[in-house]
């Protein structure tokens, strides 16, 4: 039930010019002292969403630098997702009903996947995210040191939720959050540290491409890149509020009646309500023919949104709650301004000048849109400051060092 990734081969000098030479030192000195130590990750799912984006290039640079990592996905059913996904949203302060029939049936399947894997061949295992949080209670060997990374706004989880799953997290050895106000006040382990996730410069979303490339691609899909475009990235549930962006569109084109809205959207297979909410968009989007909706099923991928990202006139990702967004800071690295929503890991992206792109409502958000479209220069020089900051602060090799570093302290 769980199957091994297999990634592509990348190297740390690849980020040679890319990266300040001092960072790319940091890496590799905190490597010399791990050298041939045994990691495996473990997610739910192998594509789709930012977790498997982020190992993609995680793991073959800890290859690379002499770390044994390893990348496992699991493969489950309908039912068992179901109640992760009641877990996924207590654990952002939605309030669930996990009922004793669905507890057992998420500690039984994590029994289960703890018998097929064996800890005794891993120094350390990361566990992303929660679907398989009991994993070390029902492992015996207890050789490995277990980290559990949280991507999620776990600030103000709901209480009920949180009273069963908090004695499982506390068998761990260490925690990852994105930023200290997501660790709950009462959690108590011998590590925590606060992490931002990081972009790849170097995947196929965010490399350079040529401009005149981008826009024939858009042209190609009938939209005019001659016009504004708002252009929203994310995977779909009600945490992105999809709806709400198309609300904002409708503001914006009262003032700007040629804008255009493109939505592009990641469908999971860990995710089961993501369906769902792409109907209730593709039935909000038919009343404008200026709304595209557009899906990995329609064979738009990485590359595809690395050219949006380019052409796009603002970004906008208007989250409820928000782990940290990657969208805003791949779009910042085309150097393209991102309206945000003052929740959870977006203000991380958007600060200093950059935070004039923090917004609390539908009317603040769309008079900002208003101005970065009317004002060019303006959006330009917000742009070319997200690359920056993102360059400093939200690349792979940067990721990489810290959580090394969250390694070294567990293991001793």
């Not at 994105?178 to 660790?183: A, G, H, K, L, P």
């Not at 099923?297 to 928000?322: A, P, T, Y």
């Not at 609390?360 to 959006?379: H, Q």
């Amino acid at each position: 039930m769980l199957e091994k990734v297999i990634t592509a081969e990348k190297k740390l000098t690849q980020y040679q010019g890319i990266i300040d030479d001092l960072l790319l030192e940091e890496v590799n000195q905190i490597a010399r002292d791990l050298r041939g130590l045994r990691v495996c990750n473990i997610t739910s799912t192998p594509f789709g969403g930012g977790v498997p984006e982020i190992l993609c290039a995680t793991v073959p640079i800890e290859q690379d630098l002499g770390i044994q990592a390893d990348w496992y996905a699991l493969r489950s059913n309908d039912k068992f997702l179901n109640i992760a996904k009641v877990i996924h949203n207590a654990l952002q302060g939605s309030p669930q009903e996990l009922g004793d029939e669905e507890k057992q049936l998420y500690l039984q399947y994590n029994s289960d996947i703890a018998a097929d894997f064996a800890d005794n061949n891993y120094d350390v295992v990361i566990l992303h995210n929660h679907h398989l949080l009991a994993l070390p209670h029902f492992i015996s060997s207890k050789k490995a040191r277990w980290i559990w990374r949280c991507h999620l706004d776990s600030s103000e989880p709901d209480k009920a939720a949180w009273t069963f799953l908090k004695p499982l997290i506390e068998e761990y050895q260490g925690a990852i959050f994105t930023m200290q106000e997501f660790i709950p006040a009462d959690l108590k382990l011998p590590v925590i540290k606060t992490i931002a996730p990081a972009i790849d410069p170097l995947s196929l979303k965010n490399r350079d491409v040529p401009l005149d490339q981008s826009l024939e691609f858009v042209s190609s899909l009938g939209i005019d890149p001659q016009r504004p475009i708002l252009l929203h990235v994310s995977r779909l549930d009600k945490w992105k509020d999809p709806m709400g962006i198309i609300e904002c569109f409708f503001a914006v084109k009262n003032e700007i009646p040629d804008l255009q809205l493109v939505i592009i959207s990641s469908l999971t297979l860990d995710d089961p309500e993501t369906f769902s909410t792409l109907r209730l968009v593709d039935a909000e989007a038919s009343k404008d023919e200026d709304i595209h909706v557009y899906t990995n099923i329609d064979g738009i991928g990485d590359i595809e949104v690395n050219v949006f990202q380019r052409v796009c006139s603002v970004g906008i990702l208007k989250s409820l709650r928000e782990g940290f967004g990657l969208a805003v800071s791949e779009t910042l690295w085309k150097g393209k301004p991102v309206i945000g929503s003052r929740v959870g890991g977006i203000p991380l992206q958007l600060t200093g000048q950059l935070d004039y792109c923090l917004v609390s409502n539908i009317r603040e958000c769309a008079e900002k849109i208003v101005r970065l479209i009317a004002d060019n220069d303006y959006a330009r020089e917000l742009g070319n400051l997200g690359r920056e900051h993102v360059r400093k602060n939200f690349l792979t090799p940067r990721l990489v060092r810290d959580e090394l570093a969250m390694m070294r302290s567990v293991i001793k």
